[in-house]
């Protein structure tokens, strides 16, 4: 009854093991003296697995390890399930904890309803996520039926699922389970409360943030850090939602289902435009004003952005000219490749620095410069036999 078991570290594969008889995942990690954070979850043969689970023919077992992408959502997401498990257990069902946005090295969180969330519940909430950590509680996965799972968190007076699940099509929807506490999450979790040793808590108002630990020290870090600027503009939008009435995927989809997304949309758009008004008041008012640098990621809307600041700097009695970063890449065979050997165009050094240095230069000094222009079929850089003058 000999079979073989190619155990894998993520993508690469380690060990092919030789085994006589069933076998579980948890008796090849212990025999084989991985670390937690090397074993977050499991894929066998594809597919998430729990570490009980019995091996009787030629598998490939993944160890999905902490320092990947998809381990550290697994990490994050099982420390959020730890949480409020801890969470209602502790205090009054009226008050609802509330998952909202990332920040700094941890995700931010509020608590709505009852009394007003103290240090001190903070404190209590870490010490029984502690406990729940220190008792290795097993987490289950089910695929409940649709009825089945809406019973449960019917149950549990968790009326935030139970919207989310009214507009679930899918017959079955994967619940988890800790001891009594059921949650309902689309991604994997572990399979043991035990693995997730590093966390903290920090109160940050109005609420608090769950921190995690840094994939390169497996430790979360002493000082915690934050930017001040990026939380106000999460606050913000937070306030944008009130207006909006939209805090859910399931507010959107109740929008759709009554034909009102569109008056939301445009509410949102009125919202924004708002924004670049005060945005284009402040540099006109600014002096001695040159450039006005725009940063975001591939398809963010810089662009539109910046056309739309244009015309707000036009009505304000100035004449911007936009200059876009897109025709400054290096030829592709110049592109610095990612850690999968692919070409990082999100990489700053992707772009021809001395030439668009250059250029801004002599445009800030009143002279012309001529425009490249890139051709992204061929991935090379082409005269475009256009010049621009501020």
Not at 91 to 102: G, M, Y
Not at 224 to 247: G, P, R, T
Not at 259 to 277: G, M, Q, R, S, T
Request: with cysteine; aromatic share 12%.
């Amino acid at each position: 009854m000999a079979f073989k078991v190619d155990l894998c570290l993520d993508s690469e594969l380690k060990k092919t093991l030789s085994i006589d008889y069933p076998v579980t995942i948890k008796e090849i990690i212990s025999s084989e003296g991985l670390s937690p954070f090397q074993t977050i979850s499991f894929k066998l043969n594809n597919e998430f697995v729990n570490s009980n689970k019995l091996i009787i023919e030629d598998s490939k077992l993944v160890c999905v390890g902490f320092k990947t992408h998809e381990g550290f959502r697994i990490y994050q997401d099982s420390a959020i399930f730890i949480m409020a498990k801890a969470f209602y257990k502790l205090f009054d069902k009226k008050q609802r904890l509330v998952v909202e946005h990332a920040i700094g090295d941890g995700i931010f969180c509020e608590v709505f309803g009852g009394t007003s969330f103290t240090e001190e519940n903070l404190m209590e909430l870490k010490a029984e996520m502690q406990r729940i950590i220190d008792r290795e509680l097993y987490i289950e996965r089910s695929d409940m039926s649709l009825d089945e799972a809406k019973a449960i968190f019917t149950r549990q007076g968790r009326l935030d699922v139970l919207r989310n699940l009214h507009y679930t099509f899918k017959p079955y929807v994967p619940v988890f389970r800790c001891g009594d506490y059921y949650d309902y999450f689309i991604r994997q979790l572990c399979d043991n409360t035990g693995l997730i040793r590093e966390f903290e808590l920090n109160m940050q108002s109005p609420g608090f943030v769950i921190r995690f630990p840094s994939k390169r020290t497996e430790k979360v870090r002493e000082r915690y850090f934050y930017s001040k600027k990026l939380f106000a503009v999460h606050q913000e939008a937070d306030k944008w939602l009130n207006i909006l009435k939209i805090h859910n995927v399931s507010d959107i989809n109740e929008m759709i289902e009554k034909f009102d997304v569109l008056e939301a949309i445009l509410v949102e758009e009125a919202l924004h435009e708002k924004k670049i008004v005060n945005f284009a008041k402040t540099i006109t008012e600014k002096e001695n004003v040159k450039a006005v640098f725009i940063a975001g990621p591939s398809s963010s809307g810089k662009t539109t952005f910046a056309k739309r600041l244009s015309v707000q700097l036009h009505v304000n009695g100035l004449v911007p000219v936009v200059l876009g970063m897109d025709d400054y890449f290096l030829p592709r065979t110049h592109t610095p490749l990612n850690e999968k050997g692919e070409p990082d165009f999100e990489n700053i050094v992707a772009i021809d620095l001395d030439l668009f240095n250059e250029h801004l230069s002599t445009l800030l000094r009143g002279e012309p410069v001529e425009l490249p222009k890139y051709n992204f079929i061929s991935g090379t850089r082409e005269k475009s036999d256009k010049s621009l003058q501020m």
